[in-house]
């Protein structure tokens, strides 16, 4: 069985923050939130990563987190492209947002050769995420259904105070498998309470503090490529049709599918942890705060890659 490696997704440009926020230092030291990911994934067993980035930021990105990381773990590029696209599909002229998370991971499919996690570059996931996902990547394989998992959040511990955020809400059964997971696009608190609207504020539909939420963090087989591939043309064809500008391809939306037609499972593997992750500027100091903490509990070293070679 292949050893487990760790995709991360690098190629959105944080529209909402209004720069590149992935390799904006978070701490003292030059720290950004990836070097903090690639810390606990490295700590929990992973050995190489696979970060996903449009080519036009390959170089500064290399500077950036590409040659550190690569002293302490194996490092691919895949390259997330608007014209990756299905023969005979066109990109509708004035098209610049990226197609989503799973054309993103459809990227790298020629990397893929065995289990993968999954996560976005500009969030926090915490030890106790890593761990889990990686010790269920290393001990279950496909059989008669395809077997995933994720790691989820409460919602409490995931949403801002200076916006919006975007959140996969989970239905468990009680086995603790995934039911359904449906993509809400703008959640945010209101008063004392978290709620989502679908219609630009028009109305608006509470979630409770206790929801369990996909942060993007996956545990795949290599067999969701052939089902991001197979889903993803019939995508388009709608998109293009419906919302040609922002029409985007979830991997939230492959994995329903599969679990509506009964192909997959997914173990949902719940962290305590609270999500850090620096959606528009001004949460910047409540994450360097939270850093700073956790650095003075000694659950990171004032230098993370020092000596850890």
Known sequence: ?????????????????????????????????????????????FEKVIFIIKREDESDFRAAVGERIAKYMDVSYAYQELDNIP?????????????????????CSDLIHGPFAVINADDYYG????????????????????????????L????????????????????????????RTHIEKRHDSIEYTEDDG????????????????????????????????????EGIKTNPFKCEYFLPSVVSRLLDEDRATVDVLTS?????GVTYKEDKPLVEAAIRKMKKEGLYPENLWEGNN
Not at 1 to 14: R, T
Not at 87 to 107: D, F, N, Q, Y
Not at 157 to 183: A, F, H, M, W
Request: hydrophobic letters at 35%; glycine letters at 12%.
């Open 1 to 45: 069985m292949e050893k487990p490696v760790l995709v991360i997704m690098a190629a959105g440009m944080g529209s909402r923050y209004g720069g590149q926020k992935q390799i904006d230092p978070i701490d003292e030291e030059g720290h950004i939130i990836i070097d903090f990911s690639m810390y606990d994934a490295k700590a929990a067993g």
């Open 87 to 107: 023969a005979g599909c066109e990109v509708p002229e004035g098209r610049t947002k990226p197609w989503g998370t799973a054309h993103a991971i459809l990227s």
């Open 127 to 154: 030890k106790e995420a890593f761990q889990l996902i990686y010790d269920y990547l290393a001990s279950h394989t496909d059989d008669d259904k395809y077997r995933y998992a994720m790691v989820g959040y409460q």
């Open 156 to 183: 409490s511990n995931t949403v801002t105070d200076n916006g919006y955020v975007s959140r996969g809400v989970c239905e468990i059964d009680p086995s603790g498998r995934l039911g359904k997971v449906q993509e």
């Open 202 to 237: 028009k109305t608006w539909h509470m979630l409770p503090k206790d929801t369990i939420v996909s942060m993007n963090l996956w545990g795949f087989g290599k067999s969701i490529m052939r089902e991001i591939e197979a889903g993803f043309g019939a995508f388009l064809k």
């Open 272 to 276: 305590r942890d609270r999500w850090y």
